[in-house]
């Protein structure tokens, strides 16, 4: 990579500088403060749910171990940005090296990318409990559950890597600020010493893929899970099913409203502070967000197990005393 002051300048930069968050002294401390208690919420919330599904023998299931997955890539997902955007806070400078920005560059992008994966399978989970549950242990088995997590874990690695390395390879010239707070492919080919149309549209259509790919793999599964769930000739079976949906929708629409805006293309004329305003919004805002959800599907699954649990207790106790009734009686006559 090479950056140069101006197009005839061959005098090599250090690195990017990160706007961030304009504002004075003391509001970048107040910044700074409410970052945290947002990082450390994440950290806690998406903590307490691996925690629950590893502790708890009865949530070693598909669905579960996917959400322990997801609740451990969002907190990796959240650590690729804010740990730097507190460090900016406190900093003068605001200087990000280039092999900072670029590792930032890939992770975020790797990490999400990971997410829209990891979103359609768990889509596709819900899908084969509901309407093929018969069918369902013997083919979400613990091999396939493994696969797939996998699986989702290595494209998302994947899919942004090569596109990535080209940009890094390209030479920036002019002003090196970049009026965001982490490094976004828009602002960097903005930097561009001259324009590269083909990797703008080879970005497009990655990103459009990533997106619509497992937007239409969750909408068909859940157009099936309605089908199914209005098909249902119980109102509680109904309820049930739309309770273990409907954390994974919200999240969903939260995910996807802001990103489709965002990537469709990295060059769009959003506005910086629009533009910061709707990266904020799904890199921190959603997976502070998302431990709210699960963890609510979480302790709806508990209590129905313990509920579950207590039934079958109290029917072994009724057995047991019918038996003590009958014997009495025997013994009697």
């Given at each position: 990579?090479?950056?140069?002051?101006?197009?005839?300048?061959?005098n090599t930069i250090t690195g990017f500088t990160l706007l961030?968050?304009?504002?004075?002294?003391?509001?970048?401390?107040?910044?700074?403060?409410?970052?945290?208690?947002?990082?450390?919420?994440?950290?806690?919330?998406?903590?307490?749910?691996?925690?629950?599904?590893?502790?708890?023998?009865?949530?070693?299931?598909?669905?579960?171990?996917?959400?322990?997955?997801?609740?451990?890539?969002?907190?990796?997902?959240?650590?690729?940005?804010?740990?730097?955007?507190?460090?900016?806070?406190?900093?003068?400078?605001?200087?990000?090296?280039?092999?900072?920005?670029?590792?930032?560059?890939?992770?975020?992008?790797?990490?999400?990318?990971?997410?829209?994966?990891?979103?359609?399978?768990?889509?596709?989970?819900?899908?084969?409990?509901?309407?093929?549950?018969?069918?369902?242990?013997?083919?979400?088995?613990?091999?396939?559950?493994?696969?797939?997590?996998?699986?989702?874990?290595?494209?998302?690695?994947?899919?942004?890597?090569?596109?990535?390395?080209?940009?890094?390879?390209?030479?920036?010239?002019?002003?090196?600020?970049?009026?965001?707070?982490?490094?976004?492919?828009?602002?960097?080919?903005?930097?561009?010493?001259?324009?590269?149309?083909?990797?703008?549209?080879f970005w497009m259509i990655l990103s459009s893929l990533l997106?619509?790919?497992?937007?239409?793999?969750?909408?068909?599964?859940?157009?099936?899970?309605?089908?199914?769930?209005?098909?249902?000739?119980?109102?509680?079976?109904?309820?049930?099913?739309?309770?273990?949906?409907?954390?994974?929708?919200?999240?969903?629409?939260?995910?996807?409203?802001?990103?489709?805006?965002?990537?469709?293309?990295?060059?769009?004329?959003?506005?910086?502070?629009?533009?910061?305003?709707?990266?904020?919004?799904?890199?921190?805002?959603?997976?502070?967000?998302?431990?709210?959800?699960?963890?609510?599907?979480?302790?709806?699954?508990?209590?129905?197990?313990?509920?579950?649990?207590?039934?079958?207790?109290?029917?072994?106790?009724?057995?047991?005393?019918?038996?003590?009734?009958?014997?009495?009686?025997?013994?009697?006559?």
């Open positions: 990579m090479k950056i140069f002051n101006t197009p005839n300048d061959s961030g968050f304009p504002c004075t002294r003391e509001g970048q401390i107040l910044l700074f403060v409410l970052f945290s208690i947002v990082y450390l919420l994440t950290l806690m919330g998406n903590g307490s749910t691996i925690c629950a599904v590893c502790w708890d023998q009865r949530l070693h299931t598909p669905m579960y171990i996917l959400l322990a997955n997801f609740s451990f890539l969002e907190i990796w997902y959240v650590t690729s940005t804010v740990p730097n955007i507190l460090a900016n806070f406190l900093s003068d400078t605001k200087v990000i090296s280039f092999s900072g920005c670029f590792l930032q560059f890939y992770f975020f992008f790797s990490l999400g990318s990971t997410e829209c994966f990891f979103l359609a399978v768990m889509a596709f989970d819900r899908y084969l409990a509901i309407c093929q549950p018969l069918h369902y242990p013997t083919v979400m088995t613990a091999r396939l559950c493994t696969n797939l997590v996998v699986s989702c874990w290595v494209l998302g690695f994947l899919w942004f890597l090569v596109p990535i390395i080209i940009i890094s390879q390209m030479s920036f010239c002019g002003s090196r600020i970049i009026d965001h707070f982490l490094c976004d492919p828009g602002p960097l080919l903005a930097l561009a010493c001259s324009r590269a149309p083909v990797m703008e549209f997106l619509f790919i497992p937007f239409f793999c969750i909408m068909g599964s859940y157009a099936l899970v309605l089908r199914a769930v209005l098909r249902a000739p119980s109102a509680a079976g109904r309820r049930k099913a739309f309770s273990t949906c409907g954390s994974h929708l919200a999240i969903v629409s939260l995910f996807y409203g802001s990103v489709t805006v965002m990537y469709l293309s990295p060059t769009s004329k959003h506005e910086p502070g629009m533009q910061k305003i709707m990266t904020l919004f799904y890199s921190v805002g959603t997976p502070d967000v998302n431990p709210l959800c699960w963890c609510i599907m979480v302790l709806h699954k508990l209590l129905s197990l313990r509920k579950k649990q207590r039934n079958e207790e109290m029917k072994e106790g009724t057995k047991v005393r019918s038996s003590d009734f009958l014997e009495g009686d025997s013994c009697c006559q």
